[in-house]
């Protein structure tokens, strides 16, 4: 029954779109060039947008992508809706094209991925400046100089990424080890839970990092393509529809989750075949947290025309409530606002984290990803990946200042580059 009514929403919704088109070459992931005998697929001009599954490179951690097929809905809930809050509206129609979804949260198993390129990056960073080492530099330095540049002649892809200036457009910061590990873990780390406590920021740098090593393009979700893929077709409080008493077949909340999030994947999909998008953990979006929503005269808003983008930096939303979120937390309008300094209250570093948070709900905030068909241009790019607050800057700039993080170039090499770094690593330190 659930098949049938995804297959009828995608078909439905797909006919209106059928002057979009294929940029992006044949063996693209999640492009068809013939239309799929089963399952849900979204037709485009000259092909067809289906699920895909991809290793992050590098490693074994496994991602998968459902297609969203395009369409118009009415955003925000309706003044009669039990447990509204005023800034659920007042409800508009905005206007989706497609895109592929994480058909899970972002799990500790692809996020430790991302997680272990502080080491990494710090190993390139010291290989750098090992190189840049001078005629005032020690014997020990020297030799090591020395040592690397011999190894470099049979390394041409670490050679060139050290001698590669380090440009904001192709880095990223990757996030600092976790001052307190089981505040984070408490409520476990299992490679198939959802990955908590990042920033938005850190969320934003993990999208940026594996659209880097994949050549694809990741974001995170506006808040208007995540509330628009959370009701998969639907108008009512849920996916499924009104009743909180069914919440238990699809959302890990207050009453069902044993006071933690649990693994991706074990409950029901709504329509669109996304799993958890109510409760497990409640995901980032772009947005700014607006006391109401915005009444444009001219309807439906295209998407990204909808878009808070903040000009604060907190709060900031994130979607879908948790595992402690009561059932009304789980509806698919509802909006929690971040709070950097409730959130960071016993973090100890001056300043505070840029990239992990320290108290709780954090441990029930996560993330997950989204791609569009088209690539965006530099400009929306840059608004998606980058810093956009003084704050969040002064923050990240003052541990880069002090060497306690770290900012390096990020391609689709990065890891035969790592791979060398330390092979060249350990022949270098046994001499």
């Not at 809930?77 to 994480?102: L, N």
Request: some cysteine; proline content about 6%.
């Amino acid at each position: 029954m659930r098949a049938n009514v995804l297959r009828c929403l995608i078909l439905a919704v797909t006919c209106g779109f059928a002057g979009s088109s294929i940029h992006a070459e044949p063996t693209t992931p999640g492009i068809s060039k013939s239309r799929p005998k089963s399952g849900p697929f979204v037709e485009i001009k000259g092909g067809y947008m289906v699920p895909y599954s991809a290793k992050i490179p590098g490693t074994d951690a496994v991602y998968e992508m459902v297609p969203i097929p395009g369409g118009t809905f009415v955003m925000g809930s309706p003044a009669t809706e039990k447990g509204r809050k005023a800034h659920e509206g007042p409800q508009f129609e905005v206007r989706v094209e497609p895109f592929w979804m994480g058909k899970y949260e972002v799990t500790w198993a692809e996020y430790k991925s991302f997680m272990s390129m502080y080491n990494a990056m710090k190993d390139i960073v010291s290989f750098r400046n090992t190189l840049r080492a001078g005629a005032t530099a020690n014997k020990s330095i020297k030799q090591r100089k020395a040592a690397l540049l011999v190894e470099l002649k049979n390394n041409k892809l670490l050679d060139a990424a050290l001698k590669r200036k380090v440009a904001d457009v192709d880095a990223i910061t990757a996030p600092t080890r976790l001052y307190e590990p089981s505040f984070t873990f408490a409520k476990g780390a299992d490679p198939r839970q959802p990955a908590v406590t990042m920033t938005q920021y850190a969320a934003k740098q993990y999208t940026k990092w594996l659209s880097k090593l994949t050549g694809q393009s990741f974001r995170l979700p506006t808040e208007a393509e995540w509330e628009y893929a959370c009701r998969a077709g639907s108008k009512t409080a849920y996916s499924f529809g009104d009743d909180p008493a069914k919440l238990k077949d699809y959302a890990w909340f207050a009453a069902n989750s044993d006071s933690r999030q649990q693994k991706v994947g074990l409950l029901k999909p709504n329509a669109f075949g996304l799993y958890d998008m109510h409760g497990n953990v409640a995901e980032w979006v772009y947005d700014e947290l607006t006391e109401k929503y915005p009444s444009p005269k001219k309807q439906p808003v295209d998407a990204v025309d909808a878009v808070a983008w903040p000009e604060v930096a907190f709060p900031r939303v994130v979607r879908g409530g948790h595992w402690d979120s009561s059932a009304s937390e789980v509806r698919a309008a509802h909006r929690l606002g971040s709070d950097d300094e409730a959130w960071k209250l016993v973090d100890p570093n001056i300043p505070l984290s840029p990239w992990w948070y320290t108290s709780d709900p954090a441990r029930g905030v996560g993330m997950r990803i989204v791609r569009t068909l088209d690539a965006p241009d530099e400009k929306l790019r840059k608004k998606y990946w980058e810093i956009d607050h003084d704050d969040i800057l002064f923050d990240v700039e003052d541990r880069l200042a002090e060497g306690r993080g770290v900012k390096e170039n990020v391609s689709r090499d990065l890891q035969q580059v790592i791979q060398q770094v330390l092979t060249i690593k350990k022949k270098i330190d046994k001499e």
